[in-house]
């Protein structure tokens, strides 16, 4: 059965990086774009950044432009966040969703998450 | 592109139809999908290309539209519909949620 499991979450500085993984298995993982969702406390679903089957396209929220990068690698079935410059407004549960193909992009199965916490 | 979910918040009885509105700031055809997020679980997919119901889900859940207006509708409420709903697009950049829907059982 298709699993995605997140890691590396947890409470960071404000300015300070974290990188996030998302291990997923079940599924040929080479052959699906892979999303990063992220849901700030009691609020709802904010997307986050996309990354294409083979990693070669790209793209990001406005609000994380620029300071996030996803990426992933093939031979171990992971998708990865690395986020820098985090703020407060970063504070939020991140869960990695796997599209149900290249044609139809929408998200058929989604982590449980990680969460993020950016306080001094 | 933005996505606009209407109401916020409803409060229905057991038995109900319910009806929520998902408007696109822009025309995305029928690239629109919703979610079932149940008080602390994953969202979990309920409908896609507007109208297609994701395998598994009950068929009281129905959805419609195209363009730039969608509803989602649930026949016949049931207390473990209990949960908040969202739209997305999808299909390109960004792939926005609407702001969701918190459904409630009176």
């Known amino acids: 059965q298709v699993q995605l499991v997140e890691s590396g979450g947890g409470v960071v500085q404000p300015g300070r990086s974290l990188r996030l993984s998302c291990a997923a298995s079940?599924?040929?993982?080479?052959?699906?774009?892979m999303h990063w969702v992220r849901q700030p406390p009691g609020k709802g679903l904010d997307w986050v950044a996309v990354i294409s089957y083979d990693g070669r396209t790209k793209y990001y929220a406005d609000s994380v432009k620029g300071r996030f990068t996803i990426s992933r690698d093939n031979s171990k079935n992971t998708v990865y966040l690395d986020m820098n410059s985090l703020t407060s407004e970063d504070t939020a549960v991140y869960r990695c969703a796997k599209e149900q193909d290249n044609r139809d992009d929408f998200f058929d199965y989604w982590g449980q998450g990680t969460l993020v916490t950016v306080s001094s | 592109i933005q996505m606009t979910q209407s109401p916020s918040s409803l409060s229905a009885s057991v038995g109900d139809r319910v009806t929520i509105t998902c408007r696109a700031s822009?025309?995305?055809?029928?690239?629109l999908a919703w979610y079932q997020q149940k008080p602390g679980k994953v969202p979990k997919l309920l409908i896609y290309a507007a109208s297609t119901l994701q395998s598994g889900v009950p068929s009281r859940f129905s959805g419609s539209g195209s363009g730039t207006d969608f509803t989602l509708t649930i026949s016949n409420l049931q207390p473990e519909d209990v949960a908040t709903y969202y739209c997305q697009k999808y299909r390109n950049d960004p792939w926005a949620f609407g702001q969701g829907t918190k459904v409630e059982i009176k």
């Open positions: 079940g599924f040929t993982f080479s052959n699906h774009g």
């Open positions: 822009q025309g995305i055809r029928n690239y």
